[in-house]
């Protein structure tokens, strides 16, 4: 940069401090909105593209910019701290990033989870090796960060994320691993995986099969309907990789004492119409009416919808102390039409509205074949729960991992990538599934693109 004075570097400090200020609202606002029902995946590009600006206009005051980059990390807040990273990462200043991480609290979620989506995103290639190395040989507290990253980016190193989960002082890092090795799809580890799935922590348990299930082990659905019956890790695996055989054992849980959201969920991912009946009983539970609304909707794609005042949640530290009376005798605080919420639309939770839609459409459906929005099963459905803007998070993620464990096609894809990243994923589904759809039945069950009953 040139030699300037000292009121251009003061009115440069200026802007960059605004440009931090609005990336970390922006990023701060962007995962709020990455789970927001009224914001669909698409409308997150305009947030993506502001959030860029502001990015390339710390890049363009180079060492200045770079010298309030180191400022902000130590005295900025988590949003703040993720653009520098960026910044970082575009600069090609991997001491900067190493100071970071040595001085990162492993303790400060917020903190470590923005280091670790700036990386996630900005990895340079030349780096690679290095983190690689991080993750065997670094300090342990890196493991998590090392092993997302490693799982987000695919990169290279089935070998050392195995050994490293062997590792007792891993342990608690394990459902990280897991889930990295699942992502790199490592067959070495499916016995490593399948010894983790009789673990007694249930969140160890789920992560590994879900992992073994990427990688194509068919033994995770028979350990997963040895367990499905006492405990509930097994039964989202067995909605998105599970044979015609898991549908009897989810009815039983559902018309049992132990139905569960999961279960209700994975009857929906089986896409069998023996489950509506049992569906649509449990939408009259109101604690259960959600994923029943949900899973019908998976099966049938009757998009069924309905429009709910959500009251905004009220902070008692706030209130006064006539409000609080109020409150306690179960009494309205807002005059009526006042009250402080937002008006979202859902899938309906009305179970009249789906005992008549499947009382019409019933005779559209046929036994024995597995359904997903309405239609017989294939992969061109899952593409069609990846693309479309009513997708809710939740089912966008099914759907990618659905296409890696049913069809054995994986291109990365992750629902907090960016919007232009996510369509070039789907992009390249698309081309897949129109070059490959005729390999495979509609309507039929399917594990790691082969046939099963």
């Not at 990336?23 to 606002?29: C, G, H, K, R, T």
């Not at 590792?167 to 990295?180: E, N, Q």
């Amino acid at each position: 940069m040139q030699s300037i004075t000292k009121n251009q570097k003061k009115f440069a400090i200026t802007l960059y401090l605004d440009h931090f200020e609005e990336v970390s609202f922006l990023y701060e606002q962007r995962l709020t909105l990455l789970d927001d029902p009224e914001i669909t995946w698409l409308d997150l590009e305009d947030f993506e593209n502001r959030f860029e600006a502001h990015i390339d206009g710390l890049l363009v005051g180079e060492d200045l910019a770079l010298e309030v980059c180191k400022q902000q990390v130590i005295e900025g807040d988590f949003g703040e701290l993720h653009a520098a990273i960026r910044v970082f990462c575009r600069q090609n200043r991997l001491d900067l990033v190493q100071e970071v991480l040595e001085e990162l609290d492993a303790e400060d979620e917020e903190r470590v989870q923005a280091v670790s989506d700036a990386l996630n995103h900005e990895l340079p290639v030349n780096w690679q090796n290095e983190f690689i190395r991080m993750l065997s040989e670094g300090d342990q507290k890196l493991v998590p960060i090392v092993a997302r990253l490693i799982g987000y980016q695919r990169l290279p190193a089935k070998r050392e994320l195995f050994h490293v989960a062997l590792r007792p002082k891993s342990s608690d890092s394990l459902p990280v691993l897991f889930w990295a090795i699942g992502r790199v799809r490592d067959p070495n580890a499916i016995d490593l995986l399948l010894n983790y799935v009789q673990h007694k922590d249930e969140a160890i348990c789920s992560v590994a099969a879900l992992a073994a299930l990427r990688i194509g082990e068919p033994q995770t659905i028979n350990e997963c309907l040895r367990y499905a019956e006492t405990e509930n890790w097994p039964l989202l695996p067995l909605g998105l990789g599970g044979g015609s055989s898991a549908i009897s054992v989810l009815l039983r849980i559902a018309s049992g004492g132990n139905v569960s959201v999961d279960c209700l969920i994975s009857l929906g991912l089986l896409g069998d119409i023996s489950a509506m009946d049992t569906l649509l009983y449990h939408i009259g539970n109101t604690e259960l009416a959600e994923s029943a609304a949900l899973a019908m909707n998976l099966i049938t794609g009757a998009a069924l919808y309905e429009e709910v005042f959500i009251p905004e949640d009220i902070d008692e530290d706030e209130l006064f102390e006539e409000e609080l009376e109020k409150l306690k005798k179960g009494e309205s605080l807002y005059p009526p039409g006042e009250e402080s919420g937002t008006t979202i639309t859902r899938v309906s939770q009305k179970p009249e509205d789906w005992h008549d839609w499947w009382t019409e459409n019933k005779s559209r459906f046929s036994p024995g074949i597995r359904y997903r929005n309405g239609k017989p099963y294939s992969p061109a459905c899952l593409l069609e729960n990846l693309k479309s803007e009513k997708s809710i998070r939740q089912v966008r993620q099914f759907a990618y991992e659905e296409l890696v464990i049913r069809y054995d096609i994986d291109f990365p894809f992750e629902t907090d990538m960016f919007v232009v990243q996510r369509k070039q994923a789907i992009a390249k589904y698309a081309e897949w599934i129109e070059a490959n759809s005729s390999r495979f039945q509609a309507g039929q069950w399917y594990f790691s693109g082969r046939l099963i009953s």
